[in-house]
């Protein structure tokens, strides 16, 4: 049964991602060990306080400006609170680094809105589900141009924007329907990160032993009952 169809990495998760993401999702609400796993990822990746900005502004004379510094730092820290730093006002600066990681480990990409112009410092972060880039959404354009699985694509295979869903994800008894609406948003906007595998690679690979922890939480409750009966 080995396969020996050579699938491009884009072929594999326009026809997997969506699945991929779902069970992904589901074990880190409901599998222990996968819960375990994303805790332990935002302790030792980011943890409770997050990254911070350290400044050495120098001098003309080449020695460290203490008062340049502590006060680029100090503006910093102020931008890092919810009402400055997070677009929705909902998360401060280390709970978006803690956020931004889980989704990476959990769904394998994560998307970040850099929006310029907004708030007291003119520069807010948006965290946004990746499900909003929607796989299913390819369409060939002028000049050159095609969107492939909602990213949209120049004729030198360059990212020119990214059309996100505009559908409230959060509905609890939202309608998954083909005739969605699509908001395009300029590429130079986006933080589209995941690990690169395979050349041409457009969006991320989840790569979490979904199987094995599924499978172990299952032996884990056989068990359980073998010793009550």
Known sequence: GWSSTDWHINQSLFRSLRTLRARSRDLARNNDYARQFLRMVKTNVVGPAGFSLQVHALKRDGSIDETDSSRCETAFWKWSKREACDYCGNLSWAEIQQLYVETLARDGEVLVR????????????????????????????????????????DSNDRRVAYHLVQDDLTAPQRLIVYGRRYVRVP?????????????????????SGE????????????????QQC
């Open 187 to 207: 590429a130079n906007e986006i933080w589209h990160d995941f690990v690169v595998e395979q050349i041409g690679q457009l969006r991320g690979e989840l790569r």
């Open 114 to 153: 850099r929006i310029r112009g907004a708030g007291s410092f003119g520069y807010q972060l948006q965290l946004l589900d990746p499900a909003l880039l929607d796989e299913r959404y390819n369409a060939d354009l002028p000049d050159g141009r095609r969107i492939r699985m909602g990213i949209e694509l």
């Open 211 to 226: 199987l094995p922890w599924r499978d172990l939480r299952g032996r884990e409750l056989a068990e359980r009952l073998r």
